[in-house]
């Protein structure tokens, strides 16, 4: 990563820590509600240990269908389309 044209090492260190910035701001144990488009790019930065030492229990996909989860907090991580909102 660190030999591309782009440094791509330095992109994902500062993708990874405005991810885990945000994931930080919800204090406690909490459940990742995310887009399904997004798991793939999600994984190029964090893997499934990072989310559980900054405090993510379960992670879900976003579907249409209500979430059962005994998580008093979510974190929901989605692109911004209308069809995500509803």
């Known amino acids: ?14 993708a990874r ?6 994931i930080d701001k919800l ?7 995310l887009d399904p ?3 793939g790019p999600l994984g190029l930065v964090a893997e499934k240990q990072l989310l559980k030492d900054h405090g993510v229990e379960k ?7 209500p979430i059962e989860t005994e998580q008093r ?3 929901f991580l989605v692109r911004e389309k209308i069809a995500n909102m509803k």
């Open 59 to 65: 992670t879900y996909h976003l579907r249409h269908d």
């Open 1 to 14: 990563l660190e030999n591309a044209a782009v440094n791509l090492a330095t992109l994902r260190d500062r």
């Open 27 to 33: 204090r406690g144990p909490k459940a990742l509600v």
């Open 73 to 75: 907090r979510m974190l």
């Open 37 to 39: 488009s997004l798991s």
């Open 17 to 22: 820590a405005a991810l885990t910035e945000c």
